[in-house]
């Protein structure tokens, strides 16, 4: 078998193979084992019919197309590993020559890992922020504490701002009342806007049992972007009232005897958490500055095979939610489509570019990934997906994801070295050292699994999104998957996701 590889650009090159006849065999033997399977003919059994009949009563140029079906992918997966061409999605096959008896020759195009020329990394360095905590964000954080144990009270008044009222709502869209469209005893904060547009303004001023009517576009169902009437009712208007800050809410809310006991526990908690966000901040800040200083070409089909599946991906969960995209964009504040997708095409374009650099470094530092880095991933993501390790693991080798699974830890694990051996100093000049991200994780529990409201199960009091899960390993190198959209290895395949 001969071969030449073309470079047609940074991404894409030219495969031109030739393959003997002899080097066919296989593929003729699999070709009439099949045929001899499907055709009946008159004096032969099932499966004994000879080559040659075969030929004869179904023709020569078919059998000839079969071999080269079976042939080509075979011979092409070959020539890739040989040559180790790290491959992106499928090729572009064109037969070039078919004699019969003699030769078969094909070409094919296919896009490629681009060459990535690295820099010196030996004296990176990144600038992160000061670890500084304002008295404001502890009082935000207290603020959090007092609400939980707040106590909602029956007021005989009209609803304002910062009330809790329980309304019912009934849609109507050309005086008839829309299917779903209607519901009671729902519990709303006044002042929210959390819910549907129009409806604090209706709801402001009335008292228990008063109602309003008003018009606000419908967000989802199958008439999303029409306008609806919607009769709000008032059933009770209730204030919370919220605890003294004293020593006594600290002993209530928290292990602490005093009020100052808890301040100085959220000040060092918040502390901590920013720490966590400094090594977050520095593995962003690398990145970036790698994507700034290395030059990577794009693969364009890449690109846009991984825009058109996150765009079927999203058409059909707003399918399944009842909206649309107008919708959509609505609710998330974005202009238009357009907008939309030119942001979504530099974020993939930004974590393609990522991939590669995590790709080409731990080619040139010989990262290797081994069981402990396997099971560390598998465990971090099990958890992230509320899932036993052993069901995400099964899902993994499901999904047929395991090599793309193995390539994202060694692209985490690369990050994490490279990250280690950076000269991170905060914006005040100060060194800051990675191995303080290595303490545990405190993470807050679920409101309906706390044993006593605001407290986590170690005691401490809940500081809500402060400490975000995985923030340890979110500051040691991050999971890569959530950067970059997998590509295939050297064998070859599609592009795959995590």
């Known amino acids: 078998m001969k071969s030449t590889i073309e470079e047609l650009g940074p ?29 009946r003919i008159p004096g032969f059994r099932p499966g004994k019919v000879p080559n040659r009949v075969i030929d004869t009563r179904i023709g020569r140029p078919v059998v000839l197309e079969q071999v080269v079906q079976h042939a080509i992918p075979e011979v092409y997966s070959e020539v890739v590993r040989e040559n180790q061409v790290r491959v992106l999605g499928q090729p572009d096959i064109e037969v070039t020559r078919l004699d019969d008896n003699d030769t078969l020759a094909f070409t094919a195009e296919v896009e490629v890992a681009p060459k990535v020329e690295l820099p010196p990394l030996e004296d990176l360095a990144v600038t992160v922020d000061d670890v500084e905590v ?27 701002d910062g009330d809790f009222v329980s309304i019912d709502l009934e849609a109507k869209l050309d005086g008839e009342v829309l299917e779903d469209g209607s519901t009671t005893g729902m519990s709303y904060e006044v002042g929210s806007g959390n819910l549907m547009a129009g409806l604090d303004d209706a709801v402001r001023g009335l008292s228990a049992d008063g109602s309003a009517t008003f018009r606000t576009a419908l967000l989802q169902g199958p008439n999303a972007g029409e306008s609806a009437d919607v009769t709000v009712t008032v059933r009770s208007v209730k204030t919370k009232e919220l605890p003294e800050l004293d020593d006594e809410f600290a002993s209530t809310a928290s292990e602490f005897d005093t009020l100052d006991e808890l301040r100085d526990d959220v000040r060092t908690r918040l502390a901590r958490t920013k720490v966590l966000q400094q090594g977050a901040q520095a593995r962003d800040k690398l990145v970036e500055h790698l994507i700034a200083t290395v030059e990577v070409p794009i693969p364009e089909k890449l690109v846009e095979r991984e825009i058109e599946w996150r765009n079927q991906a999203m058409q059909n969960e707003l399918q399944q939610a009842g909206m649309d995209w ?7 504040g974005v202009e238009s489509r357009e907008a939309y997708e030119a942001d979504q095409r530099t974020n993939i374009e930004q974590a393609v570019r990522t991939q590669f650099i995590l790709d080409a470094i731990a080619d040139a530092r010989e990262v290797t990934v081994d069981n402990e880095d396997l099971s560390a991933q598998v465990m971090a993501q099990a958890q992230r997906n509320r899932m036993s390790p052993e069901q995400y693991a099964q899902q993994l080798q499901q999904g047929g994801n395991i090599a793309e699974f193995v390539a994202d830890v060694r692209r985490t694990k690369t990050l994490a070295q490279l990250l280690e051996q950076t ?22 529990p679920a409101a309906e699994d706390a044993g006593t409201p605001g407290d986590d199960a170690t005691g401490e009091p809940d500081l809500g999104d402060a400490e975000p899960e995985d923030a340890t390993e979110d500051a040691l190198g991050g999971d890569a998957g959530d950067q970059a959209p997998e590509v295939a ?6 592009t795959a996701r995590a």
């Open 11 to 39: 991404t894409r090159v030219r495969m031109a193979i030739e393959v003997p006849w002899g080097d066919l065999d296989h593929a003729f033997a699999e070709v009439y084992k099949e045929l001899r399977n499907q055709v």
């Open 134 to 160: 304002t008295d404001e964000e502890i009082d935000q954080q207290i603020s959090v504490m007092r609400e939980r144990f707040g106590m909602l009270t029956a007021v005989e008044r009209a609803a304002q």
């Open 326 to 332: 107008d919708g959509f964009l609505q609710m998330s």
């Open 423 to 444: 000269t991170i100093t905060d914006a005040s000049g100060n060194a800051v050292d990675l191995e303080a991200l290595r303490p545990r994780t405190v993470q807050a």
């Open 489 to 494: 290895g050297p064998a070859g395949g599609d």
